[in-house]
């Protein structure tokens, strides 16, 4: 009697042992995270719900990292937190060990332990970007943590502190900056408006604090 073949979908409560297992059996599956042993399967990804506001994102924080010694930026790479739970956020960025980050590269080649940073690209306030995976980020020490919201045109960038994440608030013009990377500065409304020029304009004018 043939076996059937095992599936990973959405609901199905895992250890990340058989979580992994069973995601390395699926090739037609793209991305697929374990939140608290319950295992969430992405949609099929839209293009200017996310494709592209992705991609611009990437850009931003790829051009701050490229001026700094030890910093990784990845996407879309699997993070192992613990036992139950392994995600895969849209954009992150890490120190290296040597630079004295939290996380390190494991011997099969994936993260370990929680990033400095990590973004997610939202379909909607109600996404779990904003709510279990928000929680997660915290309780495992993600300093600081971005959600765009693109169908509602709202950006969340929340900082670590003191166990919890407080909102970051914008200045009179739109302008977030991080509080753990020096420079690191957002033009809110030139990135909703897809204004990417302006975009790393104001980074660079962040850039030259440093």
């Known amino acids: 009697m043939m076996a059937h073949p095992l599936t990973l979908e ?75 739970n392994e995600v895969q956020p849209d954009v992150l960025l890490r120190l290296e060990e040597s630079a004295g980050g939290q996380s390190h590269i494991s011997t099969d080649d994936y993260i370990e332990g929680a990033p400095e940073l990590v973004i997610e690209i939202a379909s909607s306030s109600a996404a779990y970007d904003l709510h279990d995976k928000k929680d997660l980020y915290c309780r495992f020490g993600v300093k600081e943590y971005l959600v765009w919201v693109v169908s509602e045109q709202a950006f969340y960038w929340y900082h670590l502190e003191q166990g919890s994440y407080v909102q970051q608030q914008p200045d009179c013009e739109g302008i977030l900056r991080s509080q753990e990377f020096t420079g690191l500065w957002l033009n809110v409304p030139a990135l909703l408006q897809g204004e990417m020029k302006k975009v790393i304009l104001t980074l660079q004018e962040g850039l030259a604090t440093v």
């Open 10 to 84: 959405s609901g199905d409560h895992l250890t990340r042992e058989e979580f992994e297992y069973r995601y390395v059996r699926s090739p037609h599956i793209k991305k697929a995270e374990l939140i608290n042993g319950v295992v969430f399967v992405a949609s099929p990804i839209r293009v200017r719900h996310h494709a592209q506001p992705h991609s611009h994102i990437l850009g931003w924080l790829f051009h701050y990292s490229i001026e700094f010694e030890g910093f990784m930026v990845c996407d879309n790479a699997t993070v192992r937190l613990d036992n139950q």
